[in-house]
């Protein structure tokens, strides 16, 4: 059975980075297409970004040019980089393989 576990989140000011990172256990993560969600208080959960097995990748309107999502085979694990944070960046991050298997997610605060 695949697990996937989310770090990297925390509280950042506006404007500021951070770096999550996704790792799964029981798959290659590079065969897979992986995908980062998040859910706002409030708020029904909205696509942010995916890594497709052959890595070309994908982002929402919102993020892009400022998220990044990347992947390290040698480390089995996806990561999203973002920058210049908003505070409607608030939210639970989710990260899932191929939208089956879902991490429990980690909590990024924007706030001054």
């Known amino acids: 059975q695949v697990q996937v576990v989310e770090s990297g989140g925390g509280l950042v000011q506006p404007g500021g980075s951070l770096k999550l990172s996704c790792t799964t256990s029981g798959s290659t993560i590079s065969r897979y297409n992986i995908s980062w969600y998040r859910q706002a208080p409030g708020k029904q959960r909205e696509f942010v970004a995916r890594?497709?097995?052959?890595?070309?990748?994908y982002y929402a309107e919102t993020v892009k040019g400022r998220f990044t999502i990347s992947r390290d085979n040698a480390k089995n694990t996806v990561y999203l980089q973002m920058t210049s944070l908003k505070p409607e960046d608030t939210a639970v991050y989710y990260c899932?393989?191929?939208?089956?298997?879902w991490g429990q997610g980690t909590q990024v605060t924007v706030s001054s």
């Open positions: 890594i497709f097995s052959g890595g070309s990748t």
């Open positions: 899932t393989q191929d939208s089956r298997s």
